[in-house]
C-alpha cells in the first residue's frame, strides 16, 4: 500500500478492508477495579506481615537500622500513604498484565493455577529478581535482603495473581 491509501487517521480506508479481507480484531482488557482494591488491602496487609513479625528484625538489621529507634509517626504516615498508592499502581497494572495473557494462544484453555504462576513467575523474573540481583551486587546489599526483598516480591505477585486471577 502506498502512503495515500490511508485516510486522514492512518487506519485503512473501509473500502479497501473489503478488498483484502482485512479485519481489525478488537482486544477489549477488561479489569475487575473491585479485585484491584482488595489486591491493594492484602498486599498491604501481606507487606506489614513479611517486614514486621516474619523478617522485621533480620531486615531490619540487613538494611542498618538501629532496632532502638523508633521512626516518627509522621515517617510512618507517609511511608504508609506511599506504599497505598504503590500497591495500587502494582494492582492496577498487573491486573492488565494479566488480562494482556488471555490474548496468547493457549492460554484461555490453561485453568487458574497456571495462568497465577505464570504471571507471577514470569513477572518476578523478567522484572523483580534482576533489579534485586543488582543492587545486591552494585549496592553491596547482602544476600539476605535479596532473599527477603525477591521472596517478598514472588509472595506479593502470587497473592495478587491470585485474586485478580480468580475474582474477575
Same mark, same amino acid.
Given at each position: 500500500?502506498?502512503?495515500?491509501?490511508?485516510?486522514?487517521?492512518?487506519?485503512?480506508?473501509?473500502?479497501?478492508?473489503?478488498r483484502?479481507?482485512?479485519?481489525?480484531?478488537?482486544?477489549?482488557?477488561?479489569?475487575n477495579?473491585?479485585?484491584?482494591?482488595? +489486591?491493594?488491602?492484602?498486599n498491604?496487609? =501481606? $507487606? !506489614?506481615?513479611?517486614?514486621?513479625? %516474619?523478617?522485621?528484625? /533480620?531486615w531490619? &538489621?540487613?538494611?542498618?537500622?538501629?532496632?532502638?529507634?523508633?521512626?516518627?509517626?509522621?515517617a510512618?504516615?507517609?511511608?504508609?500513604?506511599?506504599?497505598?498508592?504503590?500497591?495500587?499502581?502494582?494492582?492496577w497494572?498487573?491486573?492488565?498484565?494479566?488480562?494482556?495473557?488471555?490474548?496468547?494462544?493457549?492460554?484461555?484453555?490453561?485453568?487458574?493455577?497456571?495462568?497465577?504462576? +505464570?504471571?507471577?513467575?514470569?513477572?518476578? =523474573? $523478567? !522484572?523483580?529478581?534482576?533489579?534485586? %540481583?543488582?543492587?545486591? /551486587?552494585?549496592? &553491596?546489599?547482602?544476600?539476605?535482603l535479596?532473599?527477603?526483598?525477591?521472596?517478598?516480591?514472588?509472595?506479593?505477585?502470587?497473592?495478587?495473581?491470585?485474586?485478580?486471577?480468580?475474582?474477575?
Amino acid at each position: 500500500m502506498e502512503s495515500g491509501d490511508h485516510s486522514k487517521n492512518g487506519a485503512i480506508p473501509k473500502s479497501q478492508t473489503s478488498r483484502t479481507n482485512f479485519q481489525l480484531k478488537i482486544m477489549e482488557v477488561k479489569v475487575n477495579l473491585i479485585a484491584v482494591l482488595v +489486591s491493594v488491602v492484602v498486599n498491604f496487609v =501481606l $507487606g !506489614f506481615i513479611w517486614y514486621t513479625p %516474619l523478617f522485621g528484625r /533480620v531486615w531490619g &538489621k540487613e538494611m542498618g537500622y538501629d532496632p532502638t529507634v523508633k521512626p516518627e509517626k509522621s515517617a510512618m504516615f507517609k511511608g504508609m500513604a506511599f506504599m497505598v498508592i504503590g500497591n495500587f499502581l502494582f494492582a492496577w497494572v498487573f491486573a492488565h498484565n494479566i488480562a494482556a495473557w488471555e490474548f496468547v494462544p493457549g492460554m484461555a484453555d490453561m485453568g487458574s493455577l497456571s495462568k497465577v504462576l +505464570s504471571a507471577s513467575i514470569f513477572t518476578w =523474573l $523478567g !522484572f523483580y529478581f534482576p533489579g534485586q %540481583l543488582g543492587a545486591t /551486587v552494585w549496592e &553491596k546489599n547482602s544476600w539476605k535482603l535479596f532473599a527477603i526483598n525477591t521472596g517478598y516480591s514472588l509472595t506479593s505477585l502470587l497473592v495478587v495473581a491470585f485474586i485478580l486471577t480468580i475474582w474477575k
